[in-house]
């Protein structure tokens, strides 16, 4: 295959698409690549879009452009990167046989051959099964969705939006109507908290609070009732209430767009995806697929998942055209990494939830831990809330989620690399970082976390932020119990150093509890005492500080 | 040894020594821990000790507090940690057979037994050869060494600084003298560029680029001469030159506290730190060591090398501690993280330089790239210059390093974790991370690096982007050539798509040459399809723009 002059064909001219046909153009630079597009706009970041309505990003043109000022088109691919792209046509048909593949356009129907077919169809955005089809109903996907709300936003016509979905996309918009335009901007999901399936939701819901405390109302497990729109407005049920508003815009995740690979007989997965193995070859010779059509590996259950997402989109286009030069390579399964701003909240997270580790019928367990991103000293040290779910046999690690104003992402990034390969608490525990006060605290939250969890595995027992608090041992100083009561029916209090002298008897503890502390470090320690004088105890994970992050908007609701 | 009482006895209370004290009395809190500690203020951050000097922190207590707010004193530690620290005594001699160590203080001489004695002796500044003792010249090092700076410099008499050394302390104290102080700094360093022994000298160019910008003078390459202190002030050659200050501040890194660990027969290794091995034992029985004073195990090399780090510290108290109370743990080898910031200059770096490497003899090649460290169209996006160098034969990755205004520190932290386990290019290249174009770019910098390296294991050769330029090859816009013109003797200009569309005799192309761009993409395509017509090439790495920052304050110099 490598070695002929040969004809590639590439249906998509998105991220994956469009980095398979370059990165080939530059291998094979005798070979003809094609990519066909249905769009009349190519090559932008669709990531960026949202922050293209929010202001953030002046317009699509930025989403398009190189770093050195040139707008990715048609001429751009043709004349530096040796690549055709063939715009405003649709590929309708194909005769595998022949390697013939039809296309309609404007100007009719053409037929290309091929030696070898790319699909990068990429994905489209779910809809309601009910969805109405009218202008104030929306969903929110590509270049073309930019300019209809931008128009109604300026034009002042858009002054309440309901979102229906807070998962990644929804929360991006709701920042982007509110910030900007100044929109009422309410939210309604089905789930428990905000960005369900990303998070569990004890810390969906300090994503859910910081949105609440921004202005966005969110209803959260509420599933959506009916759905009228006139030109009028907008009533959407959800509960028991009825929302009213100009625009409702359908956030509920995108779905592959399988049409083609449909007709042509190609084998789709369990997730509705296109099914290909570790070359990115589908179940039809010479026929491959890359990018948000496709389904992934996860790393974890070694299941086939979807996750339509531009880091793999890239990284398949990549892979498969080395492959399709005839380079060993492959496209490895996937941990999971994600990453997403919540007006001031960084939002990242890896492998599993222990909600979707627990529906799969996995043994786990998690700790969680509030802890500084920097060296608590430095003034734009900041909080982060971070768990970590692993399987107690193994003690090997499943997740990873952070949610906070702190670096997130950072070591969301790290504790990536760690489950890739595999890794058990202790290599958490031993994981080197680049220390120096601006940039990092002198022991990795991630390690903290791990020193929890192995803890806990000694009989440190953590219990989750947000749940049920009855009885509380409170540990921490009067000023401190001053400024954030402790959220508990029945309170005792009583100092580290006054559990540390004697026992706890002689203190006054009577009865089980959660011993609670600002952050949950402390608590840990009270909890190790208090199993050394035969009392058994456990410690709110987090602290106070999380659980009052994740409830607060709660208790304004 | 874990089940029985035991006396712990623990001579130095910085990191390491109180980490692993207060672990121990967690795990075994029916045994004796005490720790010695020659000075009067103990347990605060030294690494921030620069910071109070700058006004970023506001003073000494800030680097001693709890988060909660609670000093971190002998009360704190006895009463909350179950922990006695004797402060202001000196250890000074040991009967090792009775388990005996003498300490003096100011109420005499003491003897105090133990079972297990562990040496967290700490480091202590390097001096010059000879180094005058006048109260101008002075190293910077502990606490002490704050009040008698902020007071003259407060006071006014320190106009005029030399800083002897551009490591790490070194850039600190150039930014807090000149940031708070105004003062007027000038930097000594024997080797080629800001942080040797940390970056090579095209990144080590950047800092010392962006020191002179803000208006710190840097001399390079310059042996430091004659130095003279009296009353009036500081005169240090430098060079061929005299300058004239009020103060001289040595910053030529530290060395391992280790008089009572030779007086007691430990061994010292070849760095001269204490030797240890992995279960941080001595080469006496019952004597262990940790933290700054001891030496550790280079990943890559497999060789002694010594790494004062507090994050090391903190880590071999935590191991030392489990150790003790018998869990099975060990101190793994050290791949080399490190971060520092210069100014509004992000500095981070992990394993060996190219320097390093070929100073050892290791075969190395390596790569530049000058890339975004989120979306190109997000606000906060920021560049960064990244090396990454590799072995050939194996593909093995021995070192990356990055120094640019975008986080730097996020990206080392993960080619940490890859380095630690020992990964090639192909796993840097397929390496995945948590995308959001606030955080990240879809492809993330890393893995860009890789593929680098990995097309010039294909021919597609980089040069170093602070290496001769006799006659280049200039593929880059007329208006970007005219913005930042080719600093090359003999120049000729070439866009991409004339190189595509035609042979380079065609285009007028003649003689090798180097081909030149902004950022090295561009210049690296032109490399490849230069090549394809039979005329070698290589391209300036990390291109114009990274030259340009390392060479820029060469030149005004």
């Known amino acids: 295959m490598s070695d002929s002059r040969r004809s590639v064909?590439?249906?998509?001219a998105s991220a994956a698409g469009l980095r398979c046909a370059c990165r080939l153009a530059r291998l094979r630079p005798g070979w003809q690549i094609t990519v066909v597009e249905a769009g009349a706009v190519f090559s932008y970041a669709a990531c960026g879009?949202?922050?293209?309505?929010?202001?953030?990003?002046?317009?699509?043109?930025?989403?398009?452009?190189?770093?050195?000022?040139?707008?990715?088109?048609?001429?751009?691919?043709?004349?530096?990167?040796?690549?055709?792209?063939?715009?405003?046509?649709?590929?309708?048909?194909?005769?595998?046989?022949?390697?013939?593949?039809?296309?309609?356009?404007?100007?009719?129907?053409?037929?290309?051959?091929?030696?070898e077919l790319v699909l990068a169809t990429g994905a489209r955005p779910r809809r309601l099964a009910k969805q109405p089809e009218h202008p104030r109903v929306r969903c929110f996907h590509g270049w073309q969705d930019l300019e209809p709300l931008k128009a109604g936003l300026a034009g002042g016509q858009i002054g309440r939006v309901v979102i229906v979905g807070a998962g990644p996309l929804g929360c991006e918009l709701a920042e982007a109507f509110h910030s900007l335009?100044?929109?009422?901007?309410?939210?309604?999901?089905?789930?428990?908290?905000?960005?369900?399936?990303?998070?569990?939701p004890e810390l969906g819901g300090c994503v859910a609070s910081h949105l609440e405390a921004r202005g966005v109302r969110l209803l959260t497990g509420q599933p959506l009732g009916r759905l009228e729109a006139d030109d009028q407005g907008v009533r959407v049920g959800a509960g028991g209430e009825e929302l009213s508003a100009d625009l409702v815009l359908v956030a509920i995740g995108v779905e592959p767009e399988v049409e083609l690979a449909r007709r042509l007989g190609v084998r789709l997965g369990p997730t509705g995806a296109i099914a290909v193995d570790e070359r990115l070859a589908t179940s039809v010779p010479h026929l491959w697929a890359a990018g948000d059509c496709v389904e992934v590996r996860d790393l974890s259950s070694g299941l086939p998942v979807y996750r339509p997402l531009g880091s793999l989109a890239n990284r398949q286009g990549r892979v498969l055209a080395n492959i399709l030069a005839g380079q060993a390579d492959s496209f490895p399964p996937v941990a999971g990494a994600m990453a997403v701003k919540v007006f001031d909240l960084?939002?990242?997270?890896?492998?599993?939830?222990?909600?979707?580790?627990?529906?799969?019928?996995?043994?786990?367990?998690?700790?969680?831990?509030?802890?500084?991103?920097?060296s608590p000293f430095w003034p734009q040290n900041a909080e982060l809330h971070l768990k970590l779910s692993y399987e107690p046999s193994s003690r090997r690690v499943l997740g990873v989620q952070a949610v906070g104003r702190g670096d997130a992402v950072k070591r969301v990034d790290v504790a990536t690399q760690l489950i890739a390969q595999g890794a058990t608490l202790a290599q958490f525990a031993r994981l080197e970082h680049a220390y120096a006060p601006p940039y990092a605290p002198a022991v990795d939250p991630l390690a903290v976390l791990a020193f929890a969890a192995q803890n806990q595995e000694d009989g440190v027992e953590a219990v989750s932020p947000t749940g049920a608090l009855e009885a509380?041992?409170?540990?921490?100083?009067?000023?401190?119990?001053?400024?954030?009561?402790?959220?508990?029916?029945?309170?005792?209090?009583?100092?580290?150093?006054?559990l540390r002298s004697g026992s706890p008897a002689a203190a006054g503890i009577h009865g089980p509890g959660i011993v609670i502390c600002e952050r949950g470090g402390r608590a840990a320690e009270a909890v190790r005492l208090l199993r050394e004088s035969g009392r058994p105890a456990r410690y709110l994970g987090g602290g106070l500080v999380w659980r009052e992050a994740a409830l607060d908007g709660g208790r304004r609701r």
Request: hydrophobic share 45%; charged share 25%.
């Open 9 to 12: 064909l590439i249906v998509g």
């Open 49 to 115: 879009l949202p922050y293209v309505l929010s202001g953030d990003v002046e317009d699509l043109t930025a989403l398009r452009q190189t770093t050195y000022g040139v707008v990715r088109d048609q001429r751009f691919f043709a004349e530096e990167k040796g690549v055709a792209v063939l715009t405003g046509w649709r590929a309708t048909r194909a005769k595998l046989a022949q390697g013939l593949l039809k296309i309609e356009g404007p100007e009719g129907e053409r037929q290309l051959s091929w030696d």
């Open 181 to 200: 335009w100044g929109a009422e901007v309410s939210m309604v999901e089905a789930g428990q908290a905000a960005l369900p399936g990303v998070l569990d």
């Open 346 to 374: 960084n939002v990242a997270a890896v492998g599993a939830t222990e909600t979707a580790l627990r529906a799969r019928g996995v043994r786990v367990r998690s700790v969680w831990a509030t802890l500084d991103d920097r």
């Open 472 to 498: 509380a041992l409170d540990v921490r100083l009067p000023g401190e119990r001053q400024r954030r009561p402790a959220p508990a029916a029945e309170v005792q209090e009583l100092a580290l150093s006054v």
